[in-house]
T-cell receptor, first 116, second 111 residues
Framework: GAGVSQSPSNKVTEKGKDVELRCDPI?????LYWYRQSLGQGLEFLIY????????KSGLPSDRFSAERTGGSVSTLTIQRTQQEDSAVYLC??????????????FGPGTRLTVT | SQQGEEDPQALSIQEGENATMNCSYK?????LQWYRQNSGRGLVHLIL?????REKHSGRLRVTLDTSKKSSSLLITASRAADTASYFC???????????FGTGTLLAVQP
């Protein structure tokens, strides 16, 4: 079956612009995670969705970052007024059940964001 | 930071040799997972070892876990050029089981 998909695969934007990154999880996966991978910080957690609600937003680095999930499926990560330090690969992952540590997370190919 | 440490940071070997990567973590765990990343993009799950297991095998992969030392190792036997990638250990944390990743090992297998 289809895996996790993300779009766009690459995004170049000017400093100060807003960007939206999209994630389509595996059908039926109720848990959805966003992570960020940057040279200086490695792989770090951003936000977790259980269905349409986000009980854990602790990894969002600033209030310029927000995310939503609709219909228990597609999620959008929005970065407002982008800064150069936002340049990174943004990875989305989904999992079969929320809160199950033993369940594998399936990752999408990521969106490489470059802020110029 | 809760991030785990991995060593070595980079490893270069010849095809057919074995590659060993080590991971240390900071918190109590339910399980530890290893992921592979090709070309800085999507992560692929390789293997999961539970906290009550000491060793696990999957094909050419062998993972060990020492919870007393909070460490794990990943051994890839008879390496191939296609094994060239970055390898990360990760532990699920908290009620949401968000993954806390190690710093990663960049493996280069020379043909």
């Amino acid at each position: 079956g289809a895996g996790v998909s993300q779009s766009p695969s690459n995004k170049v934007t000017e400093k100060g612009k807003d960007v939206e990154l999209r994630c389509d999880p595996i059908s039926g996966h109720t848990a959805l995670y966003w992570y960020r991978q940057s040279l200086g910080q490695g792989l770090e957690f951003l936000i977790y969705f259980q269905g349409n609600s986000a009980p854990d937003k602790s990894g969002l680095p600033s209030d310029r970052f927000s995310a939503e999930r609709t219909g228990g499926s597609v999620s959008t990560l929005t970065i407002q007024r982008t800064q150069q330090e936002d340049s990174a690969v943004y990875l989305c992952a989904s999992s079969l059940f929320p809160g199950q540590a033993s369940y594998e997370q399936y990752f999408g190919p990521g969106t490489r964001l470059t802020v110029t | 930071s809760q991030q785990g440490e991995e060593d070595p940071q980079a490893l270069s070997i010849q095809e057919g040799e074995n590659a060993t990567m080590n991971c240390s973590y900071k918190t109590s765990i339910n399980n530890l997972q290893w992921y592979r990343q090709n070309s800085g993009r999507g992560l692929v799950h390789l293997i999961l070892i539970r906290s009550n297991e000491r060793e696990k095998h999957s094909g050419r992969l062998r993972v060990t876990l020492d919870t007393s030392k909070k460490s794990s190792s990943l051994l890839i036997t008879a390496s191939r050029a296609a094994d060239t990638a970055s390898y990360f250990c990760a532990t699920p944390y908290g009620a949401t089981n968000k993954l806390i990743f190690g710093t990663g090992t960049l493996l280069a297998v020379q043909p």
